[in-house]
């Protein structure tokens, strides 16, 4: 009340306290689901399922953050070009123009994508990586008695077949 009018002071704290606590409990869903995929993909189907979504969420989360980066960055750089004058179709547009306020639009999507989202896909990689890590130990030991189990029925159940090579005038004979 009265921050309008000038008569009131603004409450900071109260606005970044509201602020950090619906980011805290927004991000809850998004952690849980980085620290939750890698433990089930592990558990339920092995380490080297596991591989295979380390490796498909690494190569789309590189490129999804790279690409969040640059379309942020080129976003901010449209709005900026607008100062000095910007030539589309050949008539020169400059602050205030259209095409300035859609660019000012773009920046506002952009700044997000540069800042925030981009650099976050790093984070979500490196997270699910360290909890992979942290349970290979676990799935090492769980699965090599399973692999030294079905090595044993493969052994058991194969006919091992070698058959001898020989050299006649220099044909090869398999008999």
Do not use: R
């Given at each position: ?59 789309s989360g590189v490129l999804m953050g790279m690409f969040q980066n640059n379309a942020g960055g080129a976003w901010d750089n449209a709005k900026k070009s607008f ?60 699965f090599s008695n399973q692999t030294k189990k079905s090595e044993n029925i493969v052994k058991e159940n194969t006919i091992i077949v070698s058959p001898k090579i ?10």
């Amino acid at each position: 009340p009265g921050i309008m009018e000038g008569t009131g002071k603004p409450e900071y704290e109260k606005c970044v306290a509201i602020s950090t606590e619906a980011s805290i409990k927004k991000m809850m869903l998004p952690g849980a689901i980085a620290i939750i995929s890698p433990l089930i993909m592990g558990f339920l189907l092995g380490p080297e399922a596991l591989g295979g979504f380390l490796a498909g969420a690494t190569v789309s989360g590189v490129l999804m953050g790279m690409f969040q980066n640059n379309a942020g960055g080129a976003w901010d750089n449209a709005k900026k070009s607008f100062e000095k004058g910007v030539d589309i179709n050949g008539k020169m547009y400059y602050k205030g123009s259209e095409p300035h306020k859609a660019s000012v639009t773009g920046d506002t999507v952009g700044d997000p994508f540069k800042d925030t989202s981009g650099p976050s896909m790093n984070i979500l990689i490196k997270l699910m990586s360290i909890v992979s890590l942290v349970i290979a130990p676990t799935l090492a030991t769980i699965f090599s008695n399973q692999t030294k189990k079905s090595e044993n029925i493969v052994k058991e159940n194969t006919i091992i077949v070698s058959p001898k090579i020989t050299k006649a005038d220099n044909t090869v004979y398999i008999k």
